[in-house]
Every structure is written in structure tokens, then in C-alpha cells.
């Protein structure tokens, strides 16, 4: 099965531009994640969907954070406008099922940077 | 809150070394403990997990035991090889949810 697909894998832009990240989930997953790795740590949970309802956003700084996913399957996370602080790894995550027992499978990540 | 810590690296071993990289967690009831591993340029995926006191994970050869006592879930391999190579992450997610919390990452470098 094809995994999770993120793009760009890279992107350098400018503080206070817009940027724009998308993923695409394993056919059939019905959650979907949103997490954020700064260098050094372990990622951490921006948001989380069951099919195209958010149902925890409770870390995603909606100030300059948004994200949606139409149709319960593809989804996009913006910022807008960005900061020094943005720069980090995005990662999506999708899961069959929201369960302890429907592992996560991960996408490679968007290295973003931020000048 | 809940949170996870795990033993800083890099940890540099020589191949078919014994491996050790420590986890201990602080969370309410009973999680569920994970180790992922990302090898370079890949994304991260699931080495194996314990989802009740006592249970041992295993996978690739790599074990992890779920300590309640020790609020522990150490990674053990043994034998290395270079092909190991990677950052490990220790996570938990709390009692039946799927939110994971991850460690810092453990990086692993084998040399042949």
C-alpha cells in the first residue's frame, strides 16, 4: 500500500510569509494527524482529525495555525504569517481508526525553514 | 501532564553489541507504550508496543517490557548492526486514546 505522502519534503521562505502544507493519508485512514518536530525533540500533536471533523486542536496556535481537510481525506496546514519559531519538521500521521490498537503510519515530513 | 523521558545520545556501539536505550514515563492510569525508530530520510514508523503492565513488545529483534513498578519501557537488542542505525523514540498515549506523547529521540549509531 502506498504510504503517506507530504509535499513539499522542503521549504525555506521568509518571516511573515504565508506557507502551505499538504498530505495526503493511506486510502481508507480515517484519521488523520498533524505533528510538529523542532530539532532535538520529539514531534509534537498540532491537531488531529476524525474524517474531516477536528476534534483536537487543542496545541494548534490558531493566531497564525490553520488547517482543513475537505472530504475527510486530503488535508492542508497553513501558517500565516510565519515566524523564526515556524522552523521545524511537519509531519502527518493517519491512522485507520482513532485506537491504541490502529497504529500511526507517518509521512517523511516538511522540513520548513524560516529566515 | 503526562510526559516521556528517555536517555540523551548519541549512543555509539560497535556491531553485535548489546543495546540498552532507557524510557521511563509519568501518566495518569494505564498507558500504552510505543517505540518508533526513523532511519535517515525516512519518516518515523513503528518498532513495536505494550499496551498493559508486564506485556513485552518485540520486533526486528528489539524487546521492550512494560514496567508499571519503574514506570519504565526500556529498548533492548542483542546484537546491533549497522543497518540499526536511527533515532529510536520512546512515546505513550493515555489510557484509550490515540494521542502519543514522544521522548526527545535517542540517536544509535553502530559502527562496523
Known amino acids: 500500500e502506498a504510504g503517506v505522502v507530504q509535499s513539499p519534503r522542503y521549504k525555506i521562505i521568509e518571516k511573515k510569509q504565508p506557507v502551505a502544507f499538504w498530505c495526503n493519508p493511506i486510502?481508507?485512514?480515517?484519521?488523520l494527524y498533524w505533528y510538529r518536530q523542532n530539532l532535538g525533540q520529539g514531534p509534537e500533536l498540532l491537531i488531529r482529525y476524525e474524517n474531516e471533523e477536528a476534534v483536537d486542536d487543542s496545541q494548534l496556535p490558531k493566531d497564525r495555525f490553520s488547517a482543513e481537510r475537505l472530504k475527510g481525506v486530503d488535508s492542508t496546514l497553513k501558517i500565516q504569517p510565519a515566524e523564526l519559531g515556524d522552523s521545524a519538521v511537519y509531519l502527518c500521521a493517519s491512522s485507520l481508526r482513532g485506537s491504541v490498537d490502529s497504529p500511526l503510519h507517518f509521512g517523511n515530513g516538511t522540513r520548513l525553514t524560516v529566515t | 501532564g503526562d510526559s516521556v523521558t528517555q536517555m540523551e545520545g548519541p549512543v555509539t556501539l560497535s556491531e553485535e553489541a548489546f543495546l540498552t536505550i532507557n524510557c521511563t514515563y509519568t501518566a495518569t492510569g494505564y498507558p500504552s507504550l510505543f517505540w518508533y525508530v526513523q532511519y535517515p530520510g525516512e519518516g518515523l514508523q513503528l518498532l513495536l508496543k505494550?499496551?498493559?503492565?508486564?506485556d513485552k513488545g518485540s520486533n526486528k529483534g528489539f524487546e521492550a517490557t512494560y514496567r508499571k513498578e519503574t514506570t519504565s519501557f526500556h529498548l533492548e537488542k542483542g546484537s546491533v548492526q549497522v543497518s540499526d542505525s536511527a533515532v529510536y523514540f520512546c512515546a505513550l498515549s493515555a489510557y484509550n486514546t490515540d494521542k502519543l506523547i514522544f521522548g526527545t529521540g535517542t540517536r544509535l549509531q553502530v559502527f562496523p
Open positions: 505494550a499496551t498493559k503492565a508486564d
Open positions: 486510502s481508507g485512514h480515517n484519521t
